[in-house]
């Protein structure tokens, strides 16, 4: 997709420090809230609606080493609306704002391994979109029309590390690798 470019080694060297942060006593989560607080990303992302998520003040995402939260300069995808820079919100603007609405169903989501000392959690899910959705109307700026790219039937694969703190989501770090649209995970039921 034109949005996130396609894996650059050298995006990978070091990993975000705050994945490294080791989490206070104070700050641990309980498996069973770490994994909560994940499953709220997911619904969140589903629902379009960033305040249900416990995303901490300072959150921030990256997927396929490029930042997809608060950069400014995020990728202008319609030469139309050069005001809008998509990723340029937080984590929870990223969700309100809607662009991503083409993204038909979150699917086959679940954690793979957690830490608790760390506060991490390594998830890995479906994305499908089914390429029917030509324009969003993104609050504040108007409709945006949806890159080409995007106007297919296609799934994304997405393996994402969650680091949590005290209960909230403080850093997301994913892959999406493009995968024929509907493809089964291998884990359905």
């Given amino acids: 997709p034109?949005?996130?470019?396609?894996?650059?080694?050298?995006d990978f060297i070091s990993p975000d420090a705050a994945l490294l942060e080791p989490?206070?006593?104070?700050?641990?989560?309980?498996?069973?809230?770490?994994?909560?607080?994940?499953?709220?990303?997911f619904q969140g992302f589903a629902e379009k609606n960033?305040?249900?998520?416990?995303?901490?003040s300072e959150c921030s995402s990256r997927e396929n080493g490029t930042a997809t939260t608060n950069n400014p300069n995020g990728p202008v995808i319609d030469p139309a609306?050069?005001?809008?820079?998509?990723?340029?919100?937080?984590?929870?603007?990223?969700?309100?704002?809607?662009?991503?609405?083409?993204?038909?169903?979150?699917?086959?989501?679940?954690?793979?391994?957690?830490?608790?000392?760390?506060?991490?959690?390594?998830?890995?899910?479906?994305?499908?979109?089914?390429?029917?959705?030509?324009?969003?109307?993104?609050?504040?700026?108007?409709?945006v029309t949806v890159p080409r790219n995007f106007l297919r039937p296609i799934t994304f694969l997405k393996p994402q590390l969650f680091k949590i703190e005290g209960g909230k989501i403080r850093e997301v770090e994913g892959l999406a690798w493009p995968v024929p649209f509907g493809m089964p995970s291998g884990w359905d039921k």
């Fill in 81 to 143: 609306r050069p005001d809008f820079h998509v990723f340029a919100g937080n984590c929870a603007e990223e969700l309100n704002q809607g662009f991503f609405s083409g993204i038909e169903q979150v699917r086959n989501e679940r954690p793979l391994i957690v830490d608790e000392a760390q506060g991490l959690v390594l998830n890995l899910a479906l994305f499908d979109n089914e390429g029917n959705v030509k324009s969003v109307a993104v609050p504040g700026v108007g409709n």
């Fill in 50 to 56: 960033g305040s249900i998520v416990p995303f901490a």
């Fill in 2 to 10: 034109v949005m996130i470019d396609e894996l650059d080694p050298s």
């Fill in 23 to 41: 989490i206070s006593q104070a700050e641990r989560t309980p498996r069973a809230q770490i994994i909560a607080a994940t499953k709220k990303y």
